[in-house]
């Protein structure tokens, strides 16, 4: 069966992305490989995940560079689903991670946007079982 295996998502740099990622939001580093040049195969993923996860890819020219941290027009385009709320929260808030808003109880669930560091938005929410 299809399924999404990657997304990209256009970084600045990919040390200090992997270091925000794994340490204030507790994903794991999947794999670091070293290609050609300054290019590097880097996947994250949340703790656990057996199928979508996140290609980190530095920006090689303006047009990307352009993009970072507005890679959804300035949109939650990003949605980590997590089983524990409070747990969660937090953990990144003591991390050090920029929430937009207080958490909010919708009909689907518990949610907070926040940014990652470069300003794109995220949801994190527990979604009602």
Do not use: C
């Amino acid at each position: 069966m299809p399924h999404i295996g990657l997304f990209a998502l256009v970084v600045r740099d990919y040390d200090e992305a992997i270091a925000f990622y794994t340490q204030k939001i507790g994903f794991e580093l999947i794999e670091d490989t070293k290609l050609d040049g300054k290019k590097r195969w880097v996947v994250i993923a949340p703790k656990g995940a057996k199928e979508t996860r996140i290609l980190l890819a530095q920006a090689s020219d303006n047009k990307q560079t352009n993009a970072i941290g507005n890679q959804t027009g300035g949109r939650v385009g990003f949605f980590l689903n997590t089983d524990d709320f409070a747990r969660d929260h937090k953990h990144m808030v003591n991390a050090g991670v920029r929430f937009l808003e207080t958490p909010r109880n919708e009909p689907y669930g518990t949610v907070a946007v926040f940014e990652d560091l470069y300003g794109n938005k995220w949801d994190l929410l527990e979604l009602k079982s």
